[in-house]
């Protein structure tokens, strides 16, 4: 299984709802990030988990907030969004060799948030 | 801020060689170049990565400068489904440049 899936595909929100987006790989990869991506724009990085640890937060405001719950699974809690906050939401993995470092990151096809 | 710059965009004939190049004239001695594309719509696809010598795979040859600070990425036989936006990326594999940080990309139209 060579694949990144997120949940769900699309979410719209309101300003006061509280919302999760959900990865999942099986590649038995020990990194896993989040980037956001706004219309025409490149991805952005926001959280890396090396082995289940917060490893890179990119300054990120707190009404985003990352959880691995293990090493399959990646977990985007959303509260208190503003509009602007409205972008395509994407997951990644990657393993972690010890000396060789860090692969090539996976990606998944995004979830592509609205917010109201 | 990336470390790469690329030309905005570039189109080919379907069938033709796509030959998209990059520079990357302050890439440091264990820095790599990666390339990844992102069809519309969709997550970002790695295509391939080296360190000084060209690479070869199923889907692309890269072929770095001796000097290391540019590349070309070939796509040797372009068909409509590689119209996307490609990225060159350069990281280390360990450390705090081992992040992948996205530029504006090349976008690249296959036209018929």
């Known amino acids: 299984d060579t694949e990144v899936t997120q949940t769900p595909k699309h979410l719209v929100m309101g300003m006061t709802n509280k919302k999760s987006l959900k990865c999942e790989q099986h590649m038995g990869h020990r990194a896993m990030y989040w980037y956001k991506q706004k219309a025409k724009k490149p991805p952005e990085l926001m959280f890396v988990?090396?082995?289940?640890?917060?490893?890179i937060n990119e300054s990120v405001p707190s009404r985003f907030s990352p959880e691995c719950p293990n090493s399959s699974l990646l977990n985007l809690h959303l509260h208190a969004l503003q509009p602007e906050d409205s972008a395509l939401y994407l997951c990644a993995s990657s393993q972690v060799a010890g000396l060789a470092g860090v692969g090539e990151q996976f990606f998944g096809p995004g979830t592509r948030l609205t917010v109201l | 801020d990336a470390k790469t710059t690329q030309p905005p965009s570039m189109d080919c004939a379907e069938g033709r060689a796509a030959n998209l190049p990059c520079n990357h004239s302050t890439i440091s001695g264990n820095e790599y170049v990666y390339w990844y594309r992102q069809i519309h719509s969709q997550g970002p696809q790695y295509i391939i990565h080296g360190l000084k010598n060209n690479e070869t795979n199923e889907m692309a040859s890269l072929i770095i400068t001796e000097d290391r600070k540019s590349s070309t990425l070939i796509l040797p036989h372009a068909t409509l489904r590689d119209t996307a936006v490609y990225y060159c990326i350069v990281r280390a594999r360990t450390g705090a440049n081992s992040k992948l940080t996205f530029g504006k990309g090349i976008t690249l139209s296959v036209r018929p």
């Open positions: 988990y090396s082995y289940e640890k917060l490893s």
